[in-house]
């Protein structure tokens, strides 16, 4: 079954330079949540899309932003990067109504900050 | 202010045996209580999950106890597999907070052969 697609897998930047992390959600599923985790910490949210609207946000720096598309891709765009954005960058998808909530994770991008 | 609470930062059980992870929450608006399976450099893998007017939900190895008076819920699997050995990782949502999912900060269980 497909599964959702998160590319780079991993990326290396700069201090101050921009990255962009794109996801692919499940085929037919509408909303799509974005989560960073740190080294040794749990996953925290930072963003949530649903039918191409913003539904919900956390914890996200004004440097993020982020967008769904028309084909329910979503891009996180960050600008102004920190050594403290490193981390692994998990993109999850669902189709509401889901029964509980099920979320589905992708791979993951590890972003590193030199 | 960690909500969703893991105490057991790891575990070890002999393969063939009962593993039972728990997980304590402090939310009680919370709807729904989901496990999830990481392994490393790879994403949560999604298990099992409960509504919060069950008690039960059980899927083939796993079962899934939640025990609302005591904002506690477990995991239970049985037989442990070598293959099982992995991060576990408890999670919560609340619909009426958008359904983002709010993690424990897991617990390694290892399964000896």
């Known amino acids: 079954a497909a599964g959702v697609i998160q590319s780079p897998r991993h990326l290396i930047k700069e201090k101050r330079e921009t990255a962009t992390l794109k996801c692919y959600p499940i085929p037919r599923h509408d909303t799509v949540y974005w989560y960073q985790q740190g080294p040794g910490q749990d996953p925290q949210f930072l963003i949530s899309?649903?039918?191409?609207?913003?539904?919900d946000k956390g914890s996200i720096p004004d440097r993020f932003s982020a967008q769904q598309f028309s084909d329910y891709h979503s891009e996180l765009n960050m600008s102004s990067l920190e050594l403290g954005d490193s981390a692994l960058y998990f993109c999850a998808s669902s189709f509401s109504p889901s029964e509980n909530n099920e979320q589905f994770f992708g791979p993951g991008t590890r972003l590193t900050v030199l | 202010d960690q909500q969703v609470k893991q105490n057991s930062p790891s575990l070890s059980v002999q393969e063939g045996r009962i593993s039972i992870l728990n997980c304590d929450y402090t939310?009680?608006?919370?709807?729904?209580f989901l496990w999830y399976k990481k392994y490393p450099a790879e994403g949560p893998t999604f298990l099992i999950s409960?509504?919060?007017?069950?008690d039960k939900n059980e899927d083939g190895r796993f079962t899934v106890f939640l025990n609302k008076s005591a904002k506690h819920l477990s995991l239970h699997i049985v037989p442990s597999q070598p293959g099982d050995s992995a991060v576990y990782f408890c999670?919560?949502?609340?619909?009426?907070?958008?359904?983002?999912?709010?993690f424990g900060t897991g617990t390694r269980l290892a399964v000896r052969p």
């Open positions: 939310n009680s608006m919370f709807d729904y």
């Open positions: 999670a919560a949502s609340e619909k009426s907070s958008g359904d983002k999912l709010t």
């Open positions: 899309f649903y039918e191409k609207m913003q539904s």
């Open positions: 409960i509504s919060s007017i069950k």
